[in-house]
């Protein structure tokens, strides 16, 4: 059974600070990692992907990837009130979204940017 | 990337009975999946549709309980049948585009 944890939260963090949102998962043949933001009441949204161990940048966000530890992790810095969303970890085979498999989902992280 | 659309937005139903939803993407696209979103819970994938083929589905997901029809490569339907209010969900269809995974707006329904 192919899992990804994350903690619910909520976590809380001040205006302007950096958020760290962090994600473990049990399958090690998984290839591809996503962190997707989903707001209430909406879908979820792709904000990043990574595939290799080390960090990606991606202006505010940066995803790190540490495979023999089986850890994701996202980092927003400055964060904004518009950044106060559910962020939802993912992992997939080699083909991410493709296959019978498709990608496994955390419960996500509920996070609250202060003002 | 791609643009996804789903009918109907929402929906309130009485058990026993059925809805179809359906599904519309702007561009071809070979793997369609169908997710669930009960309250509070992450994504869990129903099943897997491809043109031209059987839908795939998941531990614990039956065709007889959710029928898929995938006829083109822009569109496919997810039928919930003879629903009871544990069926109440969100309902995502999503696409695979370059090996990313891109979600519709979901359909919120509610079973009474």
């Known amino acids: 059974q192919k899992e990804v944890e994350q903690n619910s939260g909520p976590l809380s963090v001040p205006e302007g600070a950096i958020a760290s949102l962090n994600c473990t998962y049990s399958?090690?043949?998984?290839?591809?990692f996503f962190w997707y933001r989903q707001y209430s009441g909406k879908s979820p949204e792709l904000i990043m992907s990574i595939y290799s161990n080390g960090d990606k940048e991606d202006g505010r966000f940066t995803a790190q990837l540490n495979k023999a530890s089986q850890y994701v992790s996202l980092l927003i810095r400055d964060s904004q009130p518009s950044d106060s969303a559910t962020y939802l970890c993912?992992?997939?085979?080699?083909?991410?979204?493709?296959?019978?498999?498709?990608?496994?989902f955390g419960k996500g992280t509920h996070l609250i940017i202060q003002p | 990337s791609a643009v996804i659309s789903q009918k109907p937005s929402r929906d309130i139903c009485q058990r026993g009975t059925s809805l179809t939803i359906q599904c519309q993407v702007d561009?071809?696209?070979?793997?369609m999946f169908w997710y669930r979103q009960q309250p509070g819970q992450s994504l869990t994938l129903i099943a897997t549709?491809?043109?031209?083929?059987?839908?795939?589905?998941e531990s614990g997901f039956v065709i007889d309980k959710f029928p898929i029809s995938r006829p083109n490569l822009t569109f496919s339907t997810l039928t919930v049948s003879n629903m009871s209010p544990e069926d109440s969900s969100i309902y995502l269809c999503?696409?695979?585009?370059?090996?990313?995974?891109?979600f519709g707006p979901g359909t919120r329904l509610l079973v009474l």
């Open positions: 993912a992992a997939g085979n080699m083909y991410s979204g493709g296959g019978a498999d498709g990608l496994t």
């Open positions: 561009s071809q696209v070979t793997m």
């Open positions: 549709a491809n043109q031209g083929s059987e839908a795939t589905y």
């Open positions: 399958d090690r043949v998984s290839q591809s």
């Open positions: 999503s696409v695979d585009t370059g090996g990313i995974l891109y």
